[in-house]
């Protein structure tokens, strides 16, 4: 059996998209994580929540976008797992930069498979990262994600920062890390957005800024904040 930091890993298809599901080696807890992209960047959060009984799971999608189509496939994946691998409805989306943008739409398409949410120097508003890149490959992923053009893409109205009003209804619970020097996600524009929003709405939110850390290193050394925000947070 494949192993994933000492623990047993499941490698499969799933709608012609390579899958993983890693579990605990003791009891499970019924709770699990759905790290949304680049599966194995810093995994030390995942590595403590698996250690006390929590499942990660992980689907391949096309972009790294969070465009309709990537939404829907892991809406079904996330159902799929709930019911193969007795895991709760609810699950704890990990997504660090544009896997913060995955984690976060999915948050807000689909709200009731949320129990708690914990996202890294997040990229929530695509107007910011398209228009503000001068990296070509950016420009070209997003326009085949997206579809807009040069001239079309001010009246583009589907990043997070768009309907945060989803997140506060129902009521997501939120700790999001970031780097105060991030040259490559500008927090005002994403991050500082989200900020606040839940503070002006009474959101359940929690913050924590590294100093002098520009978009990597992501997680913390001592990921026990995290690890507590969850355990806390996650209502089923």
């Not at 994580?33 to 992980?58: N, Q, R």
């Not at 391949?60 to 691998?85: C, G, H, L, P």
């Not at 978009?215 to 026990?224: F, Q, R, V």
Request: proline share 3%; glycine share 6%.
């Amino acid at each position: 059996m494949e192993k994933w930091n000492g623990f047993e890993i499941s490698k499969f298809l799933f709608k012609e998209r390579n899958a993983i599901v890693v579990s605990p080696n003791g009891n499970s807890n019924g709770r699990w994580l759905f790290k949304t992209e680049y599966f194995d960047a810093f995994p030390e959060l995942e590595i403590k929540m698996v250690e006390k009984g929590y499942h990660l799971c992980f689907v391949q999608t096309k972009t790294r976008w969070a465009n309709d189509e990537d939404m829907q496939i892991m809406k079904e994946f996330a159902d799929f797992v709930s019911k193969e691998f007795g895991l709760s409805e609810k699950c704890v989306p990990v997504g660090m930069s544009c896997g913060g943008l995955k984690a976060t739409k999915f948050a807000e398409r689909y709200p009731e498979k949320i129990a708690v949410m914990y996202i890294d120097a997040p990229v929530l508003n695509i107007l910011s990262m398209a228009i503000g890149t001068t990296n070509i490959d950016v420009w070209q992923e997003l326009v085949n994600a997206y579809g807009f053009s040069k001239s079309t893409i001010l009246n583009f109205r589907e990043s997070p920062i768009d309907k945060m009003d989803v997140l506060v209804k129902n009521d997501i619970p939120i700790i999001m890390v970031y780097g105060d020097a991030d040259t490559t996600v500008c927090y005002t524009e994403n991050g500082k957005v989200l900020e606040d929003y839940y503070a002006k709405n009474n959101g359940r939110l929690k913050v924590i800024s590294k100093s002098m850390c520009g978009h990597h290193p992501h997680g913390l050394e001592d990921t026990s904040i995290i690890e507590k925000f969850i355990e806390e947070n996650y209502g089923e």
